[in-house]
């Protein structure tokens, strides 16, 4: 088991760190360094469709992007359910293939996945898995509760960081647009409560995805989210 102090201590520069990419990096880096894994992926999460978008993959020969990944955690029960309870969970052998859908068995070389959900208060906006760990290695009850802290302590230094770009303020017309993506509402339905056109709509969620900093719309309300501006 890793301690609360062990951890917060570990965790107490990243918000010292200006670049967000380096910050996300610094925080596979100390999670390797504090657990028996010995590969780690972030991955984003939207409440938005419960799309999950890959960040950045990190092992012992160095990190890549991996962006390409984007699915639906709905459809991958062992990270759906991490996230809905907000605890770190793993699974092995048998109970590996039950939970993971064939799109990550048939060609994975590993038979065993750890997940472990960030979270800031009630809000998960991300989450680390690992699927390769140092041998002899044992997740038990009391490690997997020290992987739920480091998520959760993880969330709660990220939630506070200041980024310039994402930080920028929303006009009325750009939060009331997202807040109603948030809600589910389509294009046209937007624009029927609005009265105002589709092409307009469109145009408020780009300049709103932009000052985010966001990718694309559902990495921006996860971003609103995390941030507490919409709930």
């Known amino acids: 088991m890793v301690s609360y102090s062990t951890i917060q201590e570990s965790i107490q520069g990243l918000g010292s760190i200006s670049s967000h990419e380096e910050q996300l990096f610094k925080i596979l880096e ?57 605890k770190a969970k793993f699974c092995k052998g048998h109970e590996y293939l039950k939970q993971m859908g064939s799109k990550y068995t048939i060609t994975s070389n590993f038979n ?5 959900p960030i979270c800031f208060g009630s809000f998960v906006f991300g989450y680390i898995c690992s699927s390769d760990f140092v041998e002899g290695t044992m ?15 993880v969330g709660k230094v990220t939630a506070n960081w200041n980024n310039d ?15 109603r993506i948030s809600y589910g509402e389509s294009t046209k339905e937007m624009s029927d409560h609005m009265k105002i056109s589709e092409l307009t709509i469109n145009q ?26 919409i709930s």
Request: no cysteine.
């Open 139 to 153: 997740i038990d009850d009391q490690l997997l509760s020290s992987f739920t802290l480091y998520g959760k302590l």
């Open 30 to 86: 100390i999670y390797m360094e504090l657990f028996p894994v010995q590969n780690s992926y972030l991955l984003r999460y939207s409440p938005l469709g419960h799309l999950a978008e890959g960040v950045i993959f990190l092992d012992s020969t160095g990190g890549v992007h991996i962006g390409e990944i984007r699915d639906d955690i709905r459809s991958i029960p062992i990270i759906f359910s991490a996230i809905s309870e907000k």
């Open 204 to 229: 408020y969620v780009k300049t709103a995805v932009k000052k985010l900093g966001a990718n694309n719309r559902s990495h921006a309300i996860g971003e609103l989210f995390r941030k507490g501006i």
């Open 165 to 179: 770009e994402g930080m920028q303020f929303l006009s009325r017309r750009e939060l009331e647009v997202m807040r």
């Open 112 to 116: 065993s996945l750890l997940v472990v």
